[in-house]
Nanobody, 115 residues
Framework: QVQLVESGGGLVQSGGSLRLSCAASGSIFRSYAMAWYRQGPGKQRELVARISRAGNTNYLDSVKGRFAISRNNGENMVYLEMNNLKPEDTAVYYC?????????WGQGTQVTVSS
């Protein structure tokens, strides 16, 4: 069982920045592929950014150049640095871990970007 706890969401003006954090349980965190998803109002959940066990990353096209995912295996943490935020980035952001064929989810953190 992998437990994930997100933090760092909030209300920010358009053009602002936020940093989301996700704390993961487990002594083999470095074996997890980690990701951030989001679900906006009336929308389906979508993959925002993923980081592999080796540190390779990929991003949703609309956030490329603005968001950056990173991980700290020594502290069981994954981060999402979000810059130049836009109103369309408003969503609940979820931390995800993929391990041994299973997906694990955090409870989500709300990000609201005002215009």
């Amino acid at each position: 069982q992998v437990q994930l706890v997100e933090s760092g969401g909030g209300l920010v003006q358009s053009g602002g920045s936020l940093r989301l954090s996700c704390a993961a349980s487990g002594s083999i965190f470095r074996s997890y592929a980690m990701a951030w998803y989001r679900q906006g109002p009336g929308k389906q959940r979508e993959l925002v950014a993923r980081i592999s066990r080796a540190g390779n990353t990929n991003y949703l096209d609309s956030v490329k150049g603005r968001f950056a995912i990173s991980r700290n295996n020594g502290e069981n943490m994954v981060y999402l640095e979000m810059n130049n935020l836009k109103p369309e980035d408003t969503a609940v952001y979820y931390c995800n871990a993929f391990f041994a064929g299973l997906d694990y989810w955090g409870q989500g953190t709300q990000v609201t970007v005002s215009s």
